[in-house]
């Protein structure tokens, strides 16, 4: 079982740069996948990025490549998303989640969490 709480959202201007932090319950995190999600109103979530269990692994959607970096330290049972150069089109809630496998197909993460709200505003 594995708690994940993200934190760092926020209203931002254009251009500017958010991090965005899940911390996870449990000793077994860095056996976990992990990714992070997006969800705008009235849209689908959609993958925006994902971190294999060493972090060796990485995945990005096309449209956060270069952009935005996925990161982790297991150490301190957390992941990260940093998140640059902020479009109003990143506007969304993003959630955090774990799975048993590096995988970029939402319903294989087993773990979620509430979500934080980023807004970009032009």
């Known amino acids: 079982q594995v708690q994940l709480v993200e934190s760092g959202g926020g209203l931002v201007q254009v251009g500017d740069s958010l991090r965005l932090s899940c911390a996870a319950s449990?000793?077994?995190?860095?056996?976990?996948?992990m990714g992070w999600f997006s969800q705008a109103p009235g849209k689908e979530r959609e993958t925006v990025a994902a971190?294999?269990?060493?972090?060796?692994?990485?995945h990005y959607a096309d449209s956060v490549k270069g952009r935005f970096t996925i990161s982790r330290d297991n150490a301190k049972n957390t992941v990260y998303l940093q998140m640059n150069s902020l479009k109003p089109e990143d506007t969304a809630v993003y959630y955090c989640?774990?799975?048993?496998?590096?995988?970029?197909?939402?319903?294989?993460?087993?773990?979620w969490g509430q979500g934080t709200q980023v807004t970009v505003s032009s």
């Open positions: 449990g000793r077994t995190f860095r056996f976990y996948a």
């Open positions: 989640a774990a799975s048993d496998i590096f995988s970029v197909v939402a319903t294989t993460y087993s773990y």
């Open positions: 971190i294999g269990w060493s972090g060796s692994s990485t």
